[in-house]
């Protein structure tokens, strides 16, 4: 049986492959043909992911969508959720969450029972996926409430923002310096960063 495995994180600094290894034993163990592997670094409040859109279209009915936990696969509203696992059934994938055991049961479900597990299982990952919302809303609202708490405190405070990034300014100079009629997009793809870097090393690099 086919397996796709998805491996998200929400940002750069967390890397989307920490899971990779642990998945693929889980693969091996439940002896499943590992089809494809797809890892991205996206917020799991957003439903247009490239990688996950990849992988629901080139899975075939009946291949196994196989996460680390629901968290992974999703932190979207109601509204999102509700689409994403319309369009998992109506591919005919089954969703095995490593962290889930009662999902476990979907790599060979038998009769009746597998049908209880099923039902048991859908409730499981409705709910995981609900408190997984909820946690994203409540942490935004505690950054919310902590850059209000400060400028309260302190009317002239602004937000400082992420740091840079030395190392990756570095090779991005590097790359104009060795490609000077390369384009912006064509750097931000070598050098793995957004365009926008890219525009600003340029811009601060003529000034300095």
């Not at 750069?12 to 043909?33: C, I, M, P, T, Y």
């Not at 999102?80 to 476990?104: E, F, Q």
């Not at 009769?111 to 942490?139: H, P, W």
Request: glycine share 6%; proline share 3%.
């Amino acid at each position: 049986m086919n397996a796709h495995l998805y491996l998200r994180a929400s940002t750069k600094d967390q890397d989307a492959n920490r899971a990779k290894v642990a998945l693929e034993l889980f693969a091996a163990e439940k002896g499943l043909n590992i089809a494809g592997i797809y890892a991205e670094n996206i917020s799991g409040t957003k439903l247009d992911r490239p990688q996950l859109l990849s992988l629901l279209d080139i899975a075939e009915k009946g291949d196994i969508l196989l996460v680390e936990s629901v968290d992974r696969l999703s932190r979207l509203s109601q509204a999102d959720w509700d689409t994403l696992k319309a369009t998992i059934k109506a591919k005919g994938l089954r969703l095995v969450v490593a962290d889930l055991p009662t999902s476990h049961m979907l790599v060979e479900p038998k009769g009746i029972t597998g049908q209880i597990m099923d039902v048991i299982n859908n409730m499981l990952v409705d709910l995981m996926a609900t408190m997984a919302r909820l946690d994203q809303e409540k942490r935004v609202e505690r950054i919310k409430q902590g850059l209000k708490n400060k400028r309260a405190a302190d009317p002239e405070w602004k937000p400082t923002g992420k740091g840079r990034n030395a190392a990756k300014w570095v090779e991005v100079q590097s790359l104009m310096r060795k490609h000077p009629t390369m384009s912006a997009d064509e750097i931000a793809k070598l050098a793995e960063c957004g365009v926008a870097t890219v525009y600003r090393i340029k811009r601060e690099t003529k000034a300095a």
